[in-house]
C-alpha cells in the first residue's frame, strides 16, 4: 500500500532552481492542507512576500497556482506541477516544472526538500 502524503506542517526551502527562477536557498515554504486543497506562503532571498495555492492528488502531486513579490516590488505570477519523493529519513522533496504567466512566460525546473 503506497503511503499517503500529507502537507499539513511540512517547512520547505529551494535546493536548486532554473537560472531564470526567483527561489533561492534563503526562501522558505510554510505548507498546509486541508482534504485535496494545499495552500502555503513564502519568503526569504529575493521573495518579499509570497503565496501558492494547490489541489493535491491521490499520489501526492500538487497542481498549483503561485503569486509573489520581489524584494524589489516586481509582482510575478506563475504554474506549476509538483511531483513528490519520500526521502530515505521521511522527509519530501519535490521536483517541480513551473513557468512564470506574466511578462516572458520563460519555463523552468526546481527542487525543493522538507527542512
Known amino acids: 500500500m503506497k503511503q ?5 506542517g511540512r517547512r ?3 535546493v536548486q532552481n ?6 533561492d536557498a534563503e526562501t522558505f515554504f510554510e505548507y498546509h492542507q486541508e482534504g485535496s486543497y ?3 506562503t513564502y ?19 500538487l497542481d498549483m497556482r503561485y503569486q509573489h513579490i520581489t524584494t524589489d516590488g516586481t509582482l510575478k505570477t506563475g504554474i506549476c506541477e509538483s511531483k513528490p519523493e519520500i526521502l530515505p529519513d521521511g522527509r519530501l522533496r519535490l521536483y517541480e516544472r513551473w513557468r512564470w ?3 516572458g512566460y520563460e519555463q523552468g525546473e526546481s527542487i525543493v526538500e522538507e527542512c
Request: glycine share 16%.
Open 38 to 40: 494545499v495552500w502555503a
Open 101 to 103: 504567466t506574466c511578462g
Open 43 to 61: 519568503k526569504g532571498g529575493l521573495i518579499s512576500c509570497g503565496q501558492l495555492i494547490a489541489r493535491v492528488d491521490d499520489e501526492g502531486a
Open 12 to 14: 520547505f526551502r529551494s
Open 4 to 8: 499517503r502524503i500529507h502537507y499539513e
Open 18 to 23: 532554473s537560472e531564470i527562477g526567483e527561489v
